[in-house]
Nanobody
């Protein structure tokens, strides 16, 4: 069993900042890739940012230079620092992690999502 819990969502004005966090718990052996996805109303889910266990990162073109993903392997957490927020960033943000669990299975796990609304 693995649980992912996101936090940090809320309402922010354009140009503002918000930091999302995701904590993983359960029978975790190793967490490999960790990602942030988002789904805006009327749109498909999209990958926002990803980070490997070793710290390599990638970002969607729409958020490059504004968002920063990071992780703490000791605490099994991943964060997304979002700066210079735009109305088009409004979406439900989901944490995803590929996890090896005891006694030895590997699979993807999702958090429940957290709402981010960017509006005046």
């Amino acid at each position: 069993q693995v649980q992912l819990v996101e936090s940090g969502g809320g309402l922010v004005q354009p140009g503002g900042s918000l930091r999302l966090s995701c904590a993983a718990s359960g029978r975790i052996l190793v967490i490999y890739d960790m990602d942030w996805y988002r789904q805006a109303p009327g749109k498909q889910r999209e990958l926002v940012a990803g980070i490997t266990r070793g710290g390599s990162t990638n970002y969607a073109d729409s958020v490059k230079g504004r968002f920063t993903i990071s992780r703490d392997n000791a605490k099994n957490t991943v964060s997304l620092q979002m700066n210079s927020l735009k109305p088009e960033d409004t979406a439900v943000y989901y944490c995803n992690a590929r996890v090896s669990t005891w006694p030895g299975s590997v699979g993807d796990h999702w958090g429940q999502g957290t709402q981010v609304t960017v509006s005046s």
